[in-house]
């Protein structure tokens, strides 16, 4: 609860939603013990005074009674009937919603067609129907309003309901013999109140500004009470020549309906997870970096990654997860970056173009340079020359990273089309090709197909056909075979495999599967809790593991017509890269860690391999 | 497509002449006798029992209400008795000025509304959002109707600027830039509100849609950031919008209630509330049964470019 206000106060316009609406409650609630004029003695000397003058604060209306009195009067009444509008609607709306999301079948159906017949009516148009029946008058009003805004919290109710009633504790609840209506109570009811109180808190603005208008028609309160709404509907007449009595009332309805608006965001905010992880965040165009220094330049690889550090920034919590990494990459070279998830070998790569999602990413030391040129930092419009045109990605999941709405030539032609002035016609016939030299069978037919309508395997070639567009330097392949069935991943293997050879292609290939690494690599860096612990010729790494978690690794790896070896998974879990111990991040699970692993800074040793460890398995 | 706009038509049947039941009941449900009503307090017992023949109200009430029903399929709402004409004809005459003021409004909403969530959600936390946000919340904290009166004492009475109701000028006018005078303060003040929740929303579905791994995707393919927010990311995230301009639409035909007393604009609002208030029923009848069904064609309408929008959607 603590946390809840917390969350919510830390929302300034929230905390400003709270004061404004506390205030006027309060004066509402203490109004019949202010000293104010009787809100409808009138006083046809005093006809229409205007504010300040003297005796009447907010001067009067065209009967001459007093204006601040009639407020404060009329503000009460307002609150009141919205209020209590938004508690009977949440209250039928959710007894409804629960009785159909719980029973289900044709108690579910039934009600719901009558709910959905209901939302057929724009519901400013119900409210008028109803009150035409019952006849104008505040009551009346305030009832049309309630029951124009059910449906909206049944069907809301009924979604959370039919979530709840399939759960787990509730068949329990159900075999330990519990009756409905005891389960109802105890068991559903608690785990919708919060989405009931949100729902209310999101729509009693609207509840008090519906009646307000009600009101203002003249269908709501009838002479000489008056709430807001009927305040300003007697005052429209004089609007010209006394406006004050309706910017009154107006500013009344708009500071109340404002200030719960505010505070019932707030109130949803606070109560969405999401939004306290800062999950909503929407990434920015390039990621945000933030470095010291930056080391000097030195070698020629085509692509060298420098000492590079990457880190999540969550509140006051940094995640490092690629700390200090040293890559480089020659033409129409592969190299395999290994590692378990969580090891930070994907945000080694997405940092490469600055594709790691920012917030929460930030690139905060080290160096990426393409052809010496170093891209971290390298301003947006350099950056984006060279995506896709000289480094080029392919992605896990081909049903997430392509755009369901667009057919697939249309994202093959714009990708070759942002980089290269061709005529529309030509880059299709260049995105057809493509397709052909990715073996899709029927090219020029798939190429206005849309992505869920190819199957996984195709997709992927899709997927690498895009990155093959623009004819890059690089690939960037961030485990592409990890989302699809093991036939599936041979052919797209081979095809990768052959590409290279033909096309001259450097690729980093992202995986976590030392067997792909063994067919496809001709280096291997291995990483681990966001730093490399070993590297070398993948031949080298393969048949003599140096690092004990490389071998560890290896031997996760099932072999054809090996069955009688023992899998061994790794006991324990990766490290969290928010609370890295000291030394050897590995050290908690490893079965040879001594003292002098877990204390001090262990350094990268060794010349064409290399490995990060005291206690190696093989000297390096 | 076709097939797929045939089998969404057909389906809006039911839920029409459920509508038709609905209102039917409702208005069946007023207390007091229709016969007296007409024929005042003063009215012999016999005469009112012949008007109650007259009008078919002896019968059962599902008779009368298949009766009703079959006039309104042959175009017959019945005779406004206040007004002394068919209902048809006084709904028709002021409808046109309705959907005038209603589509204008929902034109705005909808253009504006969508370029405020876009450009709030592709700046988030920044100025442009943050500005974006508070004027949201004051649109939709603001009663249409307190604006609209508002917008009068200051562009009509203070600035002269426009004129302070009506749809034509008396003298002259009646021309095309008239009309347009006369429309762009209630078209506007109608619109706010609308304008708010839809840009609300299209923040919210533009934000959901940035995070996906086919913007991604977009970015890493080298496309310009103005064309992933525009294209990539707007395309996927009106899937979402979509129906919220549906329900938009069907809020700004029946807000325009409010609109048409306050800058006196001759439409099917204002005809209804005069309706309520001199309770002529038939009258209440004909308007509510047209301005849903225009909202299930609104929903129609929704469906169908939800449909075309997202192949993903069975047709």
């Not at chain 1, 399939?166 to 009756?179: Q, S």
């Not at chain 1, 496809?520 to 790494?541: K, N, S």
């Not at chain 2, 009663?143 to 002259?172: D, K």
């Not at chain 2, 310009?224 to 899937?239: D, F, N």
Request: charged content about 15%.
């Amino acid at each position: 609860m603590s946390l809840f206000l917390r969350l919510l106060f830390r929302n300034r316009l929230a905390g400003f939603g709270a004061v404004v609406l506390g205030v006027i409650v309060l004066l509402a609630l203490l109004t019949p013990l202010l000293p104010l004029h009787p809100p409808n003695e009138t006083s046809t000397a005093n006809r229409y005074l205007r504010p300040l003058s003297d005796g009447h604060l907010l001067g009067t209306d065209h009967l001459g009674r007093d204006l601040l009195s009639r407020l404060l009067w009329g503000t009460r009444l307002s609150l009141a009937v919205g209020f209590a509008a938004a508690l009977i609607a949440g209250l039928a709306g959710a007894a409804i919603g629960v009785m159909a999301g719980y029973f289900g079948g044709r108690t579910d159906n039934v009600t719901m067609r009558g709910i959905d017949m209901l939302m057929a009516f724009p519901y400013i148009l119900l409210a008028l129907a109803i009150v035409a029946v019952l006849g104008p008058g505040l009551l009346n009003a305030l009832i049309a309003v309630a029951v124009v805004n059910i449906p909206f919290f049944a069907r809301n109710i009924r979604g959370v309901t039919v979530g709840i009633a399939h759960r787990e504790f509730i068949d329990a609840a159900r075999l330990a013999g519990m009756g409905h209506a005891r389960i109802l109570l105890t068991e559903v009811v608690p785990n919708i109140v919060p989405v009931v109180v949100i729902a209310m808190s999101t729509t009693i603005g609207w509840m008090i500004l519906e009646t307000a208008g009600l009101s203002f028609l003249g269908l709501g309160s009838q002479p000489p009470q008056a709430d807001l709404g009927s305040m300003l509907g007697e005052a429209r007449s004089a609007l010209i020549t006394a406006p004050h009595t309706s910017i009154v009332p107006g500013v009344m309805i708009l500071l109340i309906v404002m200030s719960v608006n505010l505070l019932g965001d707030g109130i949803r905010d606070a109560l969405d997870p999401r939004l306290r992880s800062g999950a909503l965040a929407r990434p920015m165009a390039a990621t945000r970096v933030d470095r010291r220094e930056v080391p000097p330049a030195k070698g020629e690889a085509l692509l060298d990654i420098d000492a590079l550090e990457t880190q999540f920034q969550v509140g006051k919590r940094v995640y490092k997860a690629v700390n200090k990494v040293s890559l480089d990459l020659k033409p129409g070279e592969c190299l395999g970056l290994i590692g378990e998830s969580g090891s930070g070998k994907s945000v080694t790569a997405l940092s490469v173009m600055g594709l790691v999602a920012s917030p929460p990413g930030v690139i905060t030391g080290g160096a990426v340079r393409l052809d010496g040129q170093d891209l971290i930092g390298a301003p947006y419009e350099v950056l984006r020359a060279l995506r896709g045109r000289r480094v080029a990605y392919i992605f896990q999941d081909p049903l997430s990273t392509l755009h369901p709405l667009y057919r697939i030539g249309d994202q093959l032609i714009e990708a070759i089309r942002v980089h290269e002035p061709v005529s529309q016609a030509e880059a299709h016939k260049r995105a057809v090709k493509l397709l052909e030299d990715v073996q899709i069978p029927n090219a020029a037919g798939r190429v206005s197909a849309f992505p869920h309508e190819l199957s996984g395997g195709m997709r992927q070639r899709v997927g690498i056909a895009m990155a093959l567009a623009n004819d890059p330097d690089i690939i960037i392949a961030d485990e592409p075979t990890t989302a699809l069935d093991v036939t599936v991943q041979a052919q797209i293997l081979a095809l990768l495999d052959e590409l290279r050879q033909r096309r001259g292609l450097a690729i980093l290939f992202i995986t976590h599967d030392f067997g792909v690494v063994g067919q496809l690599c001709d280096r291997v860096a291995v990483m681990y809790g966001g730093r490399i612990v070993e590297t070398g010729p993948t031949r080298a790494v393969l048949d003599a593991p140096a690092h004990p978690y490389t071998r560890r690794l290896i031997a996760c790896v099932p072999e054809l017509g090996a069955g009688r070896r023992i899998l061994a998974a790794i006991p324990g879990l990766p490290p969290a890269v928010d609370q890295l111990p000291e030394g050897c991040a590995f050290a908690p699970r490893c079965d040879k860690a001594q003292a002098s692993c877990k204390t001090g800074e262990i350094d990268l040793t060794g010349t064409t391999r290399k490995v990060r460890c005291l206690f190696p398995e093989v000297a390096p | 497509m076709g097939g797929y706009i045939l089998k969404r038509l057909l389906s809006a049947i039911p839920v029409l002449l459920g509508i038709t039941v609905i209102v039917f009941l409702i208005m069946a449900m007023i207390p007091g006798d229709p016969a007296t009503a007409i024929l005042g307090s003063y009215a012999t017992p016999e005469n009112v029992a012949r008007l109650n023949r007259f009008l078919g109200l002896d019968e059962p009430l599902w008779r009368q209400y298949f009766i009703w029903l079959g006039n309104l399929l042959q175009g017959d709402f019945g005779r406004s008795f206040a007004l002394n004409r068919p209902v048809l004809d006084e709904i028709l005459d002021r409808f046109s000025a309705t959907l005038i003021l209603a589509g204008t409004a929902f034109l705005l909403c909808a253009v504006l509304g969508i370029m405020a969530g876009v450009i709030s959600a592709a700046g988030q936390y920044g100025p442009a959002d943050k500005a974006i946000t508070f004027v949201v919340i004051l649109g939709i904290s603001v009663p249409s109707f307190f604006l609209g009166m508002m917008m009068i004492l200051l562009f009509a009475v203070q600035l002269r600027w426009l004129p302070a109701s009506g749809m034509y000028s008396i003298w002259g006018g009646g021309d095309l830039p008239d009309l347009i005078r006369h429309l762009t303060m209630p078209a506007i003040a109608l619109a706010v509100v609308a304008t708010g929740v839809v840009a609300r929303l299209s923040r919210g579905a533009m934000l959901e849609v940035l995070r996906q791994d086919f913007i991604r995707t977009a970015r890493a393919k080298g496309v310009h950031e103005r064309r992933v927010i525009w294209g990539h990311a707007l395309r996927a995230a009106m899937v979402g919008i979509i129906p919220v301009l549906g329900i938009q639409a069907g809020f700004v035909l029946s807000g325009a209630v409010y609109i048409e007393i306050v800058f006196q604009w001759p439409g099917v609002g204002r005809m209804l509330v005069d309706a309520i208030l001199r309770r002529d029923i038939l009258l209440v009848q004909g308007g509510v049964v047209i301005i849903a069904a225009c909202y299930v064609g609104f929903n129609i309408v929704v469906d169908v470019a939800q449909a075309w929008l997202d192949p993903r959607i069975k047709t």
